[in-house]
Nanobody
Framework: QVQLVESGGGLVQAGGSLRLSCAAS????????MGWFRQAPGKEREFVAA????????YYADSVKGRVTISRDKAKNTVHLQMNSLKPEDTAVYYC?????????????????WGQGTQVTVSS
């Protein structure tokens, strides 16, 4: 069983930055891809970013490309999402997820464990 715990969310003004973190309970997570998704009120969950097992390959949604960086620290079993130049439309609950495979994916069904989420609110 893998447990994922997100942290780092909060309230920030437009143009600001936040760094989200996801701590995994099991060392086996290092052999799988990891991803971040988000869900805004009244909207479906959407893909944000993913990183492969080694950290050598990343993939971003077009809506965040150039503003967001995903990274992982295998020694600490953590994944980070650095978000810069935040916009009000980035407001959502952000979820960390463990992939079923070692390669990146933007499909939610290719992730098998999810965290509880952390709220990000960007004010205009």
């Amino acid at each position: 069983q893998v447990q994922l715990v997100e942290s780092g969310g909060g309230l920030v003004q437009a143009g600001g930055s936040l760094r989200l973190s996801c701590a995994a309970s099991a060392r086996t997570f290092t052999t799988y891809a990891m991803g971040w998704f988000r869900q805004a009120p009244g909207k479906e969950r959407e893909f944000v970013a993913a990183i492969n097992w080694s950290g050598g390959s990343t993939y971003y949604a077009d809506s965040v490309k150039g503003r967001v960086t995903i990274s992982r620290d295998k020694a600490k079993n953590t994944v980070h999402l650095q978000m810069n130049s935040l916009k009000p439309e980035d407001t959502a609950v952000y979820y960390c997820a463990k992939g079923r495979y070692y390669t990146v994916s933007y499909y939610a069904y290719e992730y098998d464990y999810w965290g509880q989420g952390t709220q990000v609110t960007v004010s205009s």
